[in-house]
C-alpha cells in the first residue's frame, strides 16, 4: 500500500474510532440519567429465565425473536447479573461498533467519488449525528430495535466489502449468514432486509455477471444452509411449529391487525417533503450549472435550506424526525441518478434496502417510536445522496458539493443532541428530565439511575421479596415494570414476566388457567399511579389482573384460598394465597 493511502487509511480509522468512543460516551452518558424500567424489565427478566435454563417457545410463550434475549442471557450465564455489564457496557459497545460500521460503510461508499481527503472529511460529517443517534443512545437499555441495527450494519458492511474484494469465496460465504442473522432479532426488520439485500445483489448479478454472478450463487447458497441450520437447531429446541405458533402467528395477530403505510410513517407535513425535494433537485441543479461561484454557493444553500428549517425549530420534539421522510425520498432519487450514469447497480439499489428496511421498522410503532434504532440508515442514505450529487457536478465544484452534503448533516448535531438530552423518544415515563436523580443501592442493579420516586421504590419492593418470598414460591409481579427477577437472580415460575400486549403471549382465560397450574402462591401489584410508565387507562390490565387475582384453589390444607393483601411495599400491594376467611 502506497504512503499516501497507508497514511489515509490510518487517519480514517482514528476518526471512526473517534466517532465510536464518542457515541459510547454519549451512551454511557446517558445510562447515568434514564433507566426506562418498562423496557429494561422486559428484556432482562425473560433473559434471567433463559440463564437459569427455560427455553422460549418451549417452556414460555414469546412474540419476538430470541436474539437480544439470548445474548443477555450468556452475559448473566458468564458474568452474573450486573447492571453495569448487561446494560451500560453493553449498550455502549454496541453503540460504538454501530457508528463504527456505518462510518467504514460511508468510506466505502464514497471511495473514489471524493478526493480523498475531502472524502473522509464528507465521512465524518454524515456520520457526526449519530453521535447522539446511534443505536442505543435515544433508548439507552439492551433491545431487540437497536441489536437489529447493528445485525444489519454488520450485513451492509460485509457486503460491500465482498464487492471490493470481487466476490472471493470466503466474502460470499460468510455474507449469506449475516444476512440472516437480523432474522434473528427482529422479524419484520429481518425478513425485510433479507429479502430486500437477495434482491439487490441478485439484480446487480444479472447486470454485472462474471463475478458478481458466481458470487451470488455462493451468497444463496450460504443463506439458505444458514436458514436450513436454524431451523434445524430451532425443531431440535423447541419445534418449528412452536416457533412459528409465537413469532408469527400469535406475533401478527397482535401487530399486524392495526398496521398501515400511514401508520408506518405518522402525520408529516406534506409540503416540507416537497419543499425538500425541490430544494435538493434544485441546489444541486445550481452546483452543477452555475456559471459563477455566487450561484454555486446560492446551490448549497438551497440544498441545506430544509435542514435550516429543521434546525431553526429544533426545540420542537418531532423537527428532527422530520428528516426520515425526506432523506428517504432524495436516497432514492439519488439511487435513480446513480443508476442512469452507469454506476454500480447493487449501491445505486442501496436507498431502496434502505427503505424497505426502516418502512417495516416503522410498522411497530412507526416513525416516531421506531426509529431509535436505525437512524444509522439514514446516514447511509446521505451517503448515497452525497455521490450522486458528486456525480453531476464537475471537478471545480467539488468542494462546494462536499460542503452542501457535510454542512447538511452537521446542522443535524443541535436537533440530535437536543433530542436526546430531552428524552423526547421517552414520552411514556415519568420525570424524563426532572426530579432528583436516585441510584440504585441493590447489589446487581448499582449504576441504575432515574428521577423520581422509582427506584427507591423498586429497591424496597426488591428487598421485601429476598427476605419474605422464598424462590421455590411462584409469584406473579403485575404488571412487570420492575426488573425484580434479574435483581435477585431468580427464576421466574410464571411464564409472564411482561403483562403487555406486545410482551403477553396468553390470553385472560389461558392467564387464569396458568395462575391455578403454576400454584402462584403470591402476587405483587403496583399502583399505577407509582408506575414510572405511564399507562393511562388500561382494560386488559384490568382484565388480566381481575382473571387471576380472582383464582381459588385448596392450599395448605384448606379446601378453598384465595389471594389476601399482606403488605404493602414500594408502591405494590402484596397479596398471598391464603385460607378464605370465614364471616
Request: proline share 5%.
Amino acid at each position: 500500500m502506497p504512503s499516501e493511502d497507508l497514511r489515509s487509511h490510518r487517519t480514517g480509522l482514528v476518526a471512526g474510532a473517534a466517532l465510536a468512543a464518542a457515541a459510547a460516551a454519549v451512551v454511557g452518558w446517558q445510562t447515568r440519567r434514564v433507566a426506562p424500567l418498562w423496557d429494561l424489565s422486559y428484556v432482562v427478566n425473560t433473559a434471567t429465565r433463559i440463564a437459569h435454563g427455560d427455553v422460549p417457545y418451549r417452556d414460555f410463550g414469546m412474540l419476538h425473536a430470541p436474539g437480544t434475549f439470548v445474548v443477555q442471557a450468556v452475559l448473566i450465564r458468564v458474568f452474573g447479573a450486573h447492571y453495569w455489564i448487561n446494560v451500560v457496557a453493553y449498550t455502549m459497545v454496541v453503540s460504538g461498533a454501530s457508528v463504527a460500521l456505518t462510518f467504514a460503510i460511508v468510506r466505502m461508499l464514497l471511495r473514489g467519488v471524493f478526493d480523498d481527503a475531502i472524502g473522509l472529511w464528507v465521512s465524518v460529517a454524515l456520520c457526526l449525528p449519530l453521535v447522539f443517534l446511534s443505536t442505543h443512545a435515544i433508548l439507552p437499555v439492551p433491545f431487540y430495535d437497536g441489536d437489529v441495527g447493528l445485525a444489519v450494519l454488520v450485513g451492509l458492511c460485509c457486503a460491500l466489502a465482498t464487492r471490493r474484494h470481487a466476490y472471493l469465496p470466503v466474502w460470499c460465504w460468510a455474507l449469506g449468514p449475516l444476512l440472516v442473522a437480523p432474522i434473528l432479532f427482529k422479524q419484520n426488520v429481518g425478513i425485510a432486509f433479507f429479502v430486500l439485500m437477495h434482491l439487490a445483489l441478485a439484480v446487480s448479478a444479472l447486470r454485472e455477471r462474471g463475478d458478481a454472478m458466481r458470487g451470488y450463487r455462493l451468497i444463496l447458497l450460504s443463506s439458505l444452509a444458514a436458514i436450513a441450520a436454524v431451523a434445524c437447531v430451532l425443531q431440535l429446541a423447541v419445534g418449528l411449529h412452536a416457533y412459528v405458533h409465537w413469532t408469527v402467528s400469535v406475533a401478527g395477530s397482535r401487530r399486524l391487525t392495526t398496521v398501515t403505510g400511514p401508520f408506518a410513517f405518522g402525520p408529516y407535513a406534506t409540503w416540507f417533503e416537497a419543499f425538500a425535494l425541490a430544494a435538493g433537485i434544485g441546489g444541486t441543479a445550481l452546483l452543477a450549472r452555475g456559471r459563477n461561484a455566487v450561484v454555486r454557493v446560492a446551490g448549497v444553500a438551497a440544498f441545506v435550506s430544509p435542514l435550516v428549517v429543521v434546525v431553526s425549530g429544533y426545540t420542537r420534539t418531532a423537527e428532527l424526525l422530520r428528516v426520515w421522510p425526506m432523506t428517504l425520498v432524495l436516497g432514492v432519487a439519488a439511487g435513480l441518478v446513480l443508476t442512469l450514469r452507469g454506476r454500480p447497480v447493487f449501491e445505486a439499489l442501496l436507498p431502496i434496502v434502505m427503505m424497505g428496511t426502516v418502512f417495516a421498522a416503522f410498522l411497530s410503532q412507526g416513525y416516531v417510536g421506531s426509529s431509535y434504532g436505525v437512524w444509522p440508515l439514514l446516514v447511509i442514505d446521505g451517503a448515497v445522496v452525497a455521490w450522486a450529487v458528486r456525480e453531476v457536478v464537475d471537478s471545480r465544484t467539488e468542494v462546494l458539493a462536499a460542503c452542501a452534503a457535510g454542512l447538511g448533516a452537521v446542522l443535524l448535531v443541535v436537533p440530535a443532541f437536543h433530542y436526546v438530552s430531552t428524552n423526547s423518544r421517552l414520552y411514556y415515563i415519568r420525570d424524563a428530565t426532572s426530579g432528583p436523580l436516585a441510584r440504585s443501592r441493590t447489589g446487581s442493579l448499582r449504576g441504575l439511575s432515574n428521577r423520581g420516586p422509582f427506584v427507591p421504590n423498586m429497591d424496597a419492593v426488591v428487598a421485601y421479596v429476598k427476605t419474605h418470598i422464598p424462590a421455590r414460591d411462584p409469584m406473579i409481579v403485575f404488571p412487570g415494570e420492575d426488573p425484580v427477577y434479574y435483581a435477585l437472580d431468580r427464576r421466574p415460575l410464571f411464564p409472564v414476566v411482561t403483562f403487555d400486549t406486545t410482551a403477553n403471549a396468553y390470553s385472560t382465560a389461558e392467564l387464569r388457567r396458568l395462575t391455578v397450574d403454576r400454584r402462584v402462591k403470591w402476587m405483587l401489584v403496583q399502583s399505577p399511579s407509582t408506575m414510572q410508565f405511564i399507562s393511562g387507562s388500561d382494560r386488559k390490565w384490568d382484565e388480566w389482573l381481575a382473571a387471576m387475582q380472582g383464582v381459588q384453589r385448596a392450599c395448605d390444607g384448606a379446601p378453598r384460598c384465595s389471594f389476601q393483601p399482606v403488605a404493602n411495599v414500594g408502591g405494590y400491594t402484596v397479596m398471598e394465597l391464603r385460607a378464605a376467611r370465614v364471616g
